[in-house]
C-alpha cells in the first residue's frame, strides 16, 4: 500500500524552512527519501532504518519514528537548488520493494 | 562514468509492438529494478532482481518481463504494446534492501 506523502505542494521563499511527512498503514523495515528535478532521474537522498534514528545531511534532515510508522524530511534555509519533487519510498518488509509516494513538489522562489 | 545507464532515452513506437528497454549498471550492485512514472509522476515498482531471486510486482502484466544475461544489466522486454504504457521507465540499481538506490535517466516511452 502506497504510504501518504503530505502536503502535495509547498512554495517557499529562499531562507524559508520546510517540512515534508509521509506515514504509512505498515510496519517498517526502513524509509527512503529521493529527490527528482524534473526531466531528471529521481536522486538519493537519505536513508532511516527502523529505530527511530534522525539523519542530517548539512540543511536536510530526516527523522523516522518507528511506532507511527511515519517519517519527516526536514529543509532549512532552503536553496533555490531545493527545488523538485520530494519522494519517500517504504520497505514494508515482506514486499522487499520500494513503495513510494505521491510526491511533494517543492518550490523555492528567490 | 555513468552509473546506471538506460537505452534509449526517448522510444516511439506503435500499439502492438514489441520493444525493449536496456539497462547496466558499473557500481557492481547485487540488485537492479524497474520502475514505471507516468504522466502524474507516480513512481511504481515493475520488478527487482539479483542472481537469485525475481520479485514481480502483483500488478504487472505479464506482456513485461525482465532479462538479466548477467548481474550488471537488466533490461525489460514488453510485448504488444498498448496505449496505457506510455510513460517513463527508470532502472536503477543498489548493494541490497535497505541501501541506496541509484536511478538511470529514464527511457520515454510513447505509443501511437
Known amino acids: 500500500q502506497q504510504p501518504v506523502q503530505s502536503p502535495q505542494a509547498v512554495i517557499l521563499r529562499e531562507g524559508e524552512d520546510a517540512v515534508i511527512n509521509c506515514s504509512s498503514s505498515?510496519?517498517?523495515?526502513?524509509v527512503h527519501w529521493y529527490r527528482q528535478k524534473h526531466g531528471e532521474a529521481p536522486v538519493f537522498l537519505m536513508i532511516?532504518?527502523?529505530?527511530?534514528e534522525q539523519k542530517g545531511h548539512e540543511k536536510i534532515s530526516a527523522s523516522f519514528n518507528e511506532k507511527k510508522q511515519q517519517s519527516s524530511l526536514y529543509l532549512t534555509a532552503s536553496q533555490l537548488s531545493y527545488s523538485g519533487t520530494y519522494f519517500c519510498?517504504?520497505?514494508?518488509?515482506?514486499?522487499?520493494?520500494?513503495?513510494f509516494g505521491s510526491g511533494t513538489q517543492l518550490t523555492v522562489l528567490p | 562514468d555513468t552509473a546506471v545507464s538506460q537505452t534509449p532515452k526517448y522510444l516511439v513506437t506503435q500499439m502492438g509492438n514489441d520493444k525493449s528497454i536496456k539497462c547496466e549498471q558499473n557500481?557492481?550492485?547485487?540488485?537492479m529494478y524497474w520502475y514505471k512514472q507516468d504522466s502524474k509522476k507516480f513512481l511504481k515498482i515493475m520488478f527487482s532482481?539479483?542472481?537469485?531471486?525475481?520479485?514481480i510486482n502483483e500488478t504487472v502484466p505479464n506482456r513485461f518481463s525482465p532479462k538479466s544475461p548477467d548481474k550488471a544489466h537488466l533490461n525489460l522486454h514488453i510485448n504488444s504494446l498498448e496505449l496505457g504504457d506510455s510513460a517513463v521507465y527508470f532502472c536503477?540499481?543498489?548493494?541490497?534492501?535497505?541501501?541506496?538506490?541509484?536511478f538511470g535517466d529514464g527511457t520515454r516511452l510513447s505509443i501511437l
Open positions: 536503477a540499481s543498489s548493494q541490497g534492501r535497505g541501501q541506496p538506490q541509484h
Open positions: 532482481y539479483n542472481n537469485k531471486e525475481l520479485i
Open positions: 557500481l557492481g550492485h547485487d540488485t
Open positions: 519510498g517504504t520497505d514494508a518488509g515482506s514486499a522487499r520493494q520500494l513503495t
Open positions: 505498515k510496519a517498517l523495515y526502513s
Open positions: 532511516l532504518l527502523k529505530g527511530g
